[in-house]
């Protein structure tokens, strides 16, 4: 090759570099400006909901509504957790930690009887599998496989995305998304949704279980009974969709607490604090015993240590 097309090749390559690193600063600059945007609508929220946070049912700084579409269910939750941001944001927004962390998480609630995170080329996934509120083997169970991803991230901000396309009886487009920010030297607001769509037999689904077991199951949502003056729940999928994404609540809550107790410890803190959070609201979330929940959560996550 000629000294002039040697030249020509390596200004060509120092082009392409140069090029690429500016569409790399272009993306990082979009990134950083989106969660500094996501922050600022969430520090907005906070502020707005300074009244609901102050003054609610739930005796802890909550604020709960829910969305039902045609074919779409969807629960958010806001509230201020008593553990510092950079806590939260270690703990769950880790790329190498983050994803078994969320595991620990999640086979806290009821129906979730295993979870798996591993990571290769494509991305990370977490295995679920979702079940019954009692016992049941992993055979029985169906399995959602999640792909993790921690969405934006900066120093007074964190978004992690859970995301499965498919789940059990034709629902899909499973979210659990989480945000936050710190509010204070020890406290942190986060945002949690969690939504899902179905479709035929999604919806023939969920119509029989709220017909048959499910008929006397209310959600959090309420209204004066303008002839008796009680309150009235809601009931109905969107009862189904606030009660679900309060067990995740509080499971991300217990599991947050239970990090300043001794390591050996952790797992039956964060299991007795997750049950004992779910009684204080026993007309929504009551299932099972205590005994029964404890054995049941202890086989789960010993098989969720062995099992692929």
Wanted: hydrophobic share 35%.
């Amino acid at each position: 090759m000629s000294r002039l097309a040697k030249s020509a090749a390596s200004n060509r390559s120092q082009w392409l570099m140069a090029a690429m690193l500016a569409v790399l600063c272009c993306l990082c600059q979009s990134a950083f400006a989106q969660a500094a945007g996501n922050a600022a609508s969430l520090r907005d929220k906070y502020q707005s909901l300074t009244q609901q946070l102050a003054h609610n049912q739930f005796q802890r700084p909550l604020y709960l509504e829910s969305q039902e579409l045609p074919s779409a269910l969807k629960g958010d939750i806001y509230g201020v957790l008593n553990y510092p941001f950079a806590t939260v944001d270690g703990t769950l927004n880790d790329p190498t930690q983050g994803p078994a962390n969320w595991c620990d998480v999640l086979i806290l609630h009821l129906n979730t009887k295993y979870c798996h995170a591993s990571t290769s080329a494509s991305g990370t996934v977490l295995a679920v599998n979702i079940g019954k509120k009692t016992e049941e083997s992993l055979s029985s169970s169906y399995r959602v496989q999640f792909n993790y991803r921690p969405a934006a991230t900066n120093p007074d901000y964190l978004r992690v995305e859970l995301s499965a396309a498919t789940g059990p009886l034709s629902t899909k487009d499973y979210r659990i998304v989480m945000e936050a920010i710190p509010v204070g030297d020890n406290r942190t607001f986060i945002h949690l949704t969690y939504a899902y769509g179905y479709g035929t037999t999604g919806r023939l689904a969920m119509k029989t279980y709220l017909a048959t077991i499910g008929s006397d199951k209310v959600g959090f949502s309420s209204t004066p009974d303008q002839s008796t003056g009680e309150t009235q729940y809601i009931g109905g999928v969107r009862g189904l969709v606030e009660r679900n994404t309060m067990r995740y609540y509080l499971a991300i809550d217990a599991y947050l607490g239970a990090l300043s107790s001794p390591p050996n410890a952790r797992l039956e803190k964060r299991l007795t604090d997750w049950f004992d959070a779910t009684e204080q609201y026993p007309r929504q979330l009551h299932e099972v015993s205590r005994a029964d929940y404890m054995q049941m959560k202890h086989n789960e996550y010993q098989r969720q240590q062995t099992a692929q």
